[in-house]
């Protein structure tokens, strides 16, 4: 009998729990928990609407740069183009994220969102550039070349890239005075890459009996380089202290290559 009497205690206590309920009551703890007033009262009600009135909770709480507000395509571009520009004036140690967002128009969640961050949004610059520049030279170490071919397509191709390119010879310049670690791992390779084809075509040449020998081919090499890249690299300052030189842009292909060509070219 008393075993009866307490199981029609626990029954009538469930009937009034549900009574409770079905008046509008939360039945899950302190009427002060708003969330779940509002989830009972909603039409499909219950667990999964208290669940995502818990989550518009979280969500309303978070602050606004914690989640992306633009992810289109063109975002991710004006990032790239932003920061390029900012890093090649300044360098990458000089610009940080805040930098970037507000030139840029985005919220700082979206450098995370599309690059994991500010290293890996200069990762992806760089290697961009080397993308360029491969691409400006394609071709250059094809055995269909003669050598001396391959130094002109070395100095159009790379001359035509830094007029197409502003933000190439700024990078360049900052990663060679500052290298940052992308440097080793992305910057260095391709350096040493291209270097051995300038250095071969020379040295082949040289075999050939076309060009001087008594320059070492690495050297022929180093000083087709710097002809090509110092003008964009140093631009600002040479237009200030050579302000004629201003309209070498319009030929500076055809001087670098007679300049070279005459040099290194047997008399």
Known sequence: MRRTGRTQKNGNKEEEEEEKNREGGSGSGSGNDTGGNKAGNEPGGGIGALTAAKGRNRAAALPEDTAPQDTGATA?????????????????ADVSVRDITREAGVNNAMISYYFGGKEGLYREIIREQIRTVRTALHGLAEETLLPEERLRHYVNGLVGLHRRTPALAGLMHHELLHPSPVFEEVVLPFITELSKVLTEAVATEQDRGTYRRDILPAEGAYFLVAMTNY?????????????????????????????????????
């Open 76 to 92: 991710r571009e004006r990032i790239l183009a932003t920061a390029a520009a900012l890093f090649a004036s300044r360098g990458h």
């Open 231 to 267: 003008y964009f690299l140093f631009r600002s300052f040479i237009s200030r202290i050579l302000p004629s030189l201003e309209r070498l842009d319009e030929h500076l292909e055809e001087e670098t290559l007679r300049l070279f060509l005459e040099g290194m070219r047997k008399r």
